[in-house]
């Protein structure tokens, strides 16, 4: 059990470490479709919780990806597609509040 801070209970404490999934697509740049050499790639890079999909020339990768926070999640899932060899274009994100 972690020790207390000064004028902090336990219960913040706690939620601070607490983890959640965050749901995003990266755009990728220079990648037209996927391939199983791409979804390889991705697989040993980390991306165990992702999907790759392609239309009309347009590479995303869809996130379902488990974090501390927003940033860190798309972070991460950047660092991933890095390792893989690839580059990111743009992320789209939605917040829940906004998915239909």
Known sequence: MPSELP????????????????????V???????TVEMADKLFEAGGDDCLASSRDGIVTIAFDREAGSTEEAIRSALQTIHHAGYA?????FEPA???V
């Open 97 to 99: 509040s906004f998915q």
């Open 7 to 26: 004028g902090q209970s336990t219960n913040v404490l706690m939620e601070k470490n607490k983890m959640a999934n965050y749901s995003f697509e990266v």
């Open 88 to 92: 990111a274009k743009s992320v789209i």
């Open 28 to 34: 990728l740049i220079d990648a037209t479709e996927v």
